[in-house]
């Protein structure tokens, strides 16, 4: 499998393009030149693509290697939210929403909340209720605008991991204010994202995979990524019909059932100082985030 990255080597300014394999990194920037970047890469036809990476001769030491969001300057970081049944469920008992929508619902996340592998995040000051919500994201490589349902897959170049850290009782408020989540999902550095990008023609199927979440070692949920109810088809065709999503947007597709605020003891399994998330797709990638203190970032 074919596991793409963005990553800086030790001394490093700007990013270079790797492929993941086991403890190693092949570097093909230093075969194939800087003017080669993620939304370049993932143009290629797969044989193409194959062949590109297997080109790549000099390898790199994988722990020599900070890693990057495979796409570290999306133009946008489009989520799809209320995209589970259960999780919606979750969130109804918990007064977190209101309305049951009968169409695809997003909300965006900034930029400058993006992190790549390995992130500290510091859970901020006076949150008690931070968790988390492992999501499968597409990543787009050709123009989407007023794409059929049919089409859409066409636009799709590669699977990646987001989690979507959230402040649940920010998140409560604005749902009572009526406004779309916005700060509960924008504090600093909570958009860790990767650490690859895989091609979808390396996927057999994207609605067949295990989403996971990990927390110090103990598995917090596994959910197959089947019970979406929206998939990335119909996600584009909505959306696209008024907005266009533009090469390296991440799209990620919403929170699986399972998250710390669907059980019972969810204070004791909100994220705290000190605690490590690991948030995955079951044999594909898994991308680790530490929570700190404020000031320790």
Not at 18 to 32: V, Y
Not at 138 to 162: C, K, M, N, P, W
Request: hydrophobic share 40%; with cysteine.
């Amino acid at each position: 499998m074919i596991r793409l990255a963005s990553f800086l080597a030790p001394g490093d300014l700007r990013p270079r393009l790797g492929a993941a394999e086991g403890a190693m990194m092949r570097d093909l920037t230093a075969t194939h030149g800087a003017d080669w970047d993620m939304r370049r890469v993932l143009a290629l036809p797969i044989a193409e693509l194959r062949a590109f990476v297997a080109a790549g001769k000099i390898m790199l030491p994988a722990a020599q290697c900070h890693l990057l969001p495979p796409i570290p300057d999306p133009g946008k970081i489009f989520c799809v939210g209320k995209n589970s049944k259960v999780h919606r469920a979750e969130l109804v008992a918990q007064g977190m929403l209101k309305e049951d929508p009968q169409e695809p619902t997003s909300f965006v996340k900034l930029n400058e909340t993006l992190v790549g592998d390995g992130a500290r995040v510091a859970r901020p000051e006076g949150i008690t209720t931070f968790d988390y919500e492992p999501e499968l994201a597409f990543i787009i490589t050709r123009r989407a605008f007023q794409v059929s349902r049919e089409r859409a897959r066409d636009h799709v170049g590669a699977i990646t991991v987001l989690n979507d850290l959230t402040a649940r009782e920010i998140q409560k408020q604005e749902v009572q204010l009526g406004t779309k989540f916005w700060v509960s999902k924008n504090m600093p550095r909570f958009t860790p994202v990767g650490p690859y990008a895989v091609p979808l023609a390396e996927i057999a199927d994207p609605y067949d995979l295990w989403l996971t979440c990990e927390v110090n070692g103990q598995q917090r949920l596994r959910v197959n990524t089947d019970e979406y109810i929206h998939r990335i088809e119909g996600i584009i065709a909505h959306f696209s019909r008024f907005m266009p999503f533009e090469v390296g947007d991440v799209i990620a597709t919403g929170a699986p059932r399972g998250t710390a605020i669907g059980h019972p003891n969810a204070a004791e399994l909100y994220l705290k100082p000190g605690d490590t998330c690991v948030a995955g797709l079951e044999g594909v990638m898994q991308i680790t985030t530490h929570i700190v203190a404020p000031g320790e970032v």
